[in-house]
């Protein structure tokens, strides 16, 4: 018999075990799909988290090997936690172009080239030459022929990986590649918000010498927000669209809570900006620092919501300071659910997840 793999996932067709990836009740020739895939893309029904990071260094070892040109794809809504160093390393000296999807969450008025520039800068610091830098949204579209002409030019005859982090968007990208360039209507590759939903590599022949795209499972980020919570709050903390940043006008002894998710308190200093940059959907509350540990004491999953109340109990939190000496602009980056930009001198402490991270850099925006 022919062996055969999910179109959807990658993984290998079994009509054995239903607890197993690439299951479907009946294998036959025309098979494409497991039946996770299936439900997935008619009912839209998450599937259940089965991938491990135990093999993906096999993974990224593999793609290596095949020296294809390599396009690492990082989230730049989350761009701090998916520029990720384990994988920067694997793939440095090696052909890259570097692609910060889901544009589309940021505010329509942001500057596609400063970001670019951003981006370029933050590739300096870590000394990490790449070919070529794009933003894009594979969800809606834009700059995907960008995209296509640096591919083209850069691919000399070979295959193209898709590389990175669980859930930044690469099966997304290949599907928008695949749409724009072909009469293709609807997604090949399964996509959906539970990191992990390619299992294995998915090879699409593409080009005219027979060359093809071919999509690879992701590192999934132990340190994001979404391991501690439920599928079910993905949602209202992913952003989906545009995101409307909220400013607050802070003065020495007040806080600011993203939801329960995590916190900023800010002393020693005048008056400054602070712009929330997270899902719509996400309650930003503002108080004074002195309530705020009651505030999580008593209202954690109620008022401040996420986590949902059957959440809360099973999570930590933990503090972390940090002194801003100048006035610049910087961003406050949290692992899994967005951003925030502060302008001013001051001290902050923030409360966050225990096992979650939190990073600094000059402001993206
Ligand atoms: N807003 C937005 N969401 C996206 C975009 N691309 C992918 N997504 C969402 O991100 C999640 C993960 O996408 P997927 O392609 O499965 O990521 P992969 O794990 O890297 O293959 C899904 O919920 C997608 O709908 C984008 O350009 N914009
Ligand atoms: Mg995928």
Redesign the pocket.
């Known amino acids: 018999m022919i062996i055969r793999y999910c179109k959807g996932c990658g993984a290998k067709l079994q009509d054995e075990n239903p607890e197993l990836a690439g299951f479907i009740p009946k294998i036959s020739d025309d098979s494409k799909y497991c039946k996770r895939c299936f439900r997935l893309n008619h009912y839209n029904e998450l599937p259940k988290i089965v991938a491990t990071n135990d093999s993906y260094e096999e993974v990224i070892d593999n793609v290596i090997k095949k020296n294809g040109l390599i396009v690492f794809?990082v989230?730049i809504?989350q761009f701090k936690s998916t520029f990720n160093k384990k994988m920067i390393d694997k793939i440095r000296n090696k052909n890259v172009i570097l692609v910060a999807?889901?544009?589309?969450?940021f505010p329509k008025s942001t500057n596609v080239a400063k970001i670019v520039d951003w981006l370029s800068h933050e590739c300096e610091k870590i000394f990490f030459k790449v070919d070529a830098i794009h933003i894009?949204?594979?969800?809606?579209g834009?700059f995907i022929e960008d995209l296509t002409n640096t591919i083209d030019l850069a691919r000399k005859g070979r295959d193209v990986y898709?590389v990175?982090?669980?859930?930044?968007?690469?099966?997304?990208?290949?599907?928008?590649l695949l749409k724009k360039n072909t009469s293709l209507k609807d997604d090949v590759?399964?996509?959906?918000?539970?990191?992990?939903?390619?299992l294995n590599e998915i090879n699409i022949p593409f080009f005219d010498d027979y060359k093809s795209f071919i999509?690879t499972?992701?590192l999934i980020n132990e340190h994001d927000i979404l391991n501690k919570l439920l599928p079910k709050t993905y949602e209202s903390i992913?952003?989906?669209?545009e995101m409307k940043p909220k400013t607050f006008q802070i003065t020495d002894g007040n806080s600011i809570c993203l939801a329960g998710l995590a916190s900023i308190s800010f002393e020693s200093c005048d008056r400054l900006s602070v712009i929330t940059y997270t899902s719509n959907t996400l309650y930003i509350h503002r108080c004074k620092t002195e309530k705020l540990e009651d505030l999580f004491k008593n209202n954690l999953g109620k008022l401040l919501n996420p986590p949902l109340l059957e959440e809360k109990d099973n999570l930590e939190y933990v503090d972390f300071e940090y002194e801003f000496k100048d006035n610049n602009k910087r961003s406050i980056w949290f692992s899994g659910f967005g951003f925030v930009d502060v302008m001013g001198k001051c001290k902050i402490k923030i409360k966050l997840i225990k096992g979650t991270e939190v990073y600094i850099t000059d402001a993206i925006i």
Request: proline letters at 7%.
């Open positions: 794809v989230d809504f999807n889901k544009y589309d969450c894009v949204s594979s969800k809606r834009y898709f990175g982090c669980a859930n930044v968007g690469k099966s997304s990208l290949i599907n928008a590759i399964s996509v959906s918000r539970i990191p992990g939903t390619t999509d499972p992701g992913m952003p989906s669209n």
